[in-house]
């Protein structure tokens, strides 16, 4: 945890460092208070929430007169909590429910690191006991199955696939389901396609692959996927799987490369949905449940 608050904390170094600097230097004049704005608009906080963050930091300034820093770091830290909003439930659906496998899908669009993190999940719940059975529903991309089935040796865990490329995704998410159920595990990972060039058929098959699950279970957890260095496009493209199939939680990826962290609480406002899990590098521990408290604090080391 260590390890990984400090990566966070130097990939953030940007959005605290920046704004303490600024805030702690006493009468702000209004280009000091664009410089905020501007620095929390960088850290891909988004307008709505920079305004209301900065609305905020202004009447306490006002209130309290002048502060020092470890005044304004505190205040800082509280605003970004409530915009974190600790109070989001952040578990993962990942335990037997009435006598059948908990079924998690993970959604995205290509390259944003689906298939990583299925693989990386998958060994954070082996690690908690759990039965895992990976379904290669992503059967677009060629070399996905592939990559999904690597992980699940390398974790000791089956994957459910289809041989044949181009077969039909919700097909193979039925089989992977199944395959669960008749193993008897407590949990089934799915990874899918995601070709958003063509937004109606992805909407076609990503309904689909939901209607075929549905069939046979509920779907208990659906993850979307999203690279945190996209920013702004990224949040758009969120919105059209979340009105596709619903989401449930996001997973943040690509935090390790990034200053944009603000897109945590960007894309919770805009989904409503919290973010549950983090990417902070390409190895297979670098999967990290979202820890709101310690994620503002690096922001602010
Ligand atoms: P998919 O097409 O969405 O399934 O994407 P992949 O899982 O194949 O990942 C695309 C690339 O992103 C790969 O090179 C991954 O190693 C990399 N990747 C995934 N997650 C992270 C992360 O959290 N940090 C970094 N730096 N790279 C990541």
């Known amino acids: 945890l260590q390890r990984l608050r400090a990566r966070l904390s130097r990939s953030n170094t940007a959005l605290g460092k920046g704004l303490l600097a600024l805030l702690s230097r006493g009468d702000l004049d209004e280009e000091a208070w664009e410089d905020v704005e501007d620095t929390l608009l960088t850290a891909d906080l988004g307008v709505e929430a920079t305004t209301e963050l900065v609305d905020s930091l202004r009447t306490r300034l006002k209130v309290h007169g002048n502060a020092d820093e470890a005044t304004v770091r505190g205040w800082l830290r509280e605003e970004l909590l409530t915009l974190v909003d600790p109070s989001m439930d952040r578990s993962i659906a990942s335990s037997r429910v009435e006598g059948r496998p908990a079924v998690i899908v993970v959604v995205g669009v290509n390259g944003t690191g689906k298939t990583t993190t299925v693989g990386k999940l998958a060994r954070v719940l082996v690690a908690e006991d759990k039965d895992v059975v ?90 979307l996927v999203l690279d945190a260095t996209t920013g702004q496009n990224g949040l758009r493209q969120a919105e059209v799987f979340s009105e596709v199939v619903g989401i449930t939680g996001i997973v943040l990826t690509k935090l390790d490369g990034t200053a944009k962290g603000g897109i945590v609480v960007a894309v919770q406002r805009r989904l409503g949905v919290p973010v549950k899990l983090i990417g902070l590098g390409e190895g297979p521990d670098d999967l990290a449940p979202f820890d709101p408290a310690g994620f503002v604090d690096a922001i602010i080391e």
Do not use: C, Y
Not at 190 to 213: F, S
């Open 134 to 223: 990976l379904g290669a529903a992503d059967t677009f991309r060629a070399a996905a199955a592939d990559q999904l089935q690597t992980w699940g040796e390398r974790v000791g865990v089956p994957t459910i696939r289809s041989d044949r490329e181009g077969a039909d995704p919700a097909a193979v998410a039925f089989d992977a389901v199944k395959g669960a159920a008749e193993l008897e595990a407590d949990v089934v990972l799915i990874d899918t396609a995601g070709r958003l060039h063509n937004k109606v058929g992805l909407m076609d098959e990503l309904g689909k692959v939901k209607r075929v699950i549905e069939k046979q279970s509920p779907l208990d957890e659906v993850l």
